[in-house]
């Protein structure tokens, strides 16, 4: 009897303590970082999308003159806005105005995704801006100018998630080094702080 005790392999009370800690911190880490990177890839959908529906602008420009707000009229748009209908999920007021990454507002309120909409300012430049919406820790918006190859993050200033998030994703240290917001004429204008 007494050599099965000599034998007798196992953890004590104080190693599963540790490993506990350890693999506790591990997760943490990561469900930040796995955040941060589905951001990012909502974020790279948008930006490769963005740049689509300015390739699909320009043509429509060349045959009509002019740009368009409703996705419809653009012969690349996405299958869920491609025929004219008013007051559907995606009109918001308009004949198919925008368009969610996720899904519509049939619930109320749209998954985590982005409304991304054609807007024009008082130049009459036009911007793709693309609104996060739905719930979760994030406000920002992302503003593609139709002459530009630059997709710039602009945060919810309140918000300190967005500036981290518009910081890494512009590839600056400090907030004061984002972009104005290529939407205002004047950046005096603008609330930054």
Request: aromatic share 12%; hydrophobic share 35%.
């Amino acid at each position: 009897m007494h050599w099965l005790h000599k034998n007798k392999k196992g953890f004590t009370m104080l190693e599963i303590l540790v490993a506990s800690l350890i693999l506790t911190i591990l997760v943490a880490i990561s469900v930040v970082y796995y955040g941060r990177f589905m951001e990012r890839m909502r974020i790279a959908e948008v930006d490769s999308l963005a740049a689509s529906m300015i390739s699909s602008q320009e043509r429509h420009r060349l045959r009509y003159q002019d740009y368009t707000r409703q996705w419809h009229r653009l012969e690349t748009s996405p299958v869920q806005v491609r025929k004219a209908s008013a007051n559907n999920d995606y009109a918001n007021g308009e004949e198919n105005a925008i368009f969610y990454t996720r899904g519509g507002m049939r619930s109320g309120t749209p998954k985590p995704g982005f409304a991304i909409s054609f807007e024009s300012d008082a130049n009459y430049d036009w911007f793709v801006v693309a609104r996060r919406v739905g719930h979760g820790p994030y406000t920002y918006r992302l503003i593609r100018p139709f002459e530009s190859n630059e997709t710039v993050c602009v945060p919810d200033w309140n918000n300190e998630k967005d500036i981290a998030l518009c910081m890494d994703y512009m590839g600056v240290e400090t907030q004061d080094e984002l972009s104005d917001d290529p939407m205002f004429s004047n950046p005096d204008e603008e609330e930054n702080p």
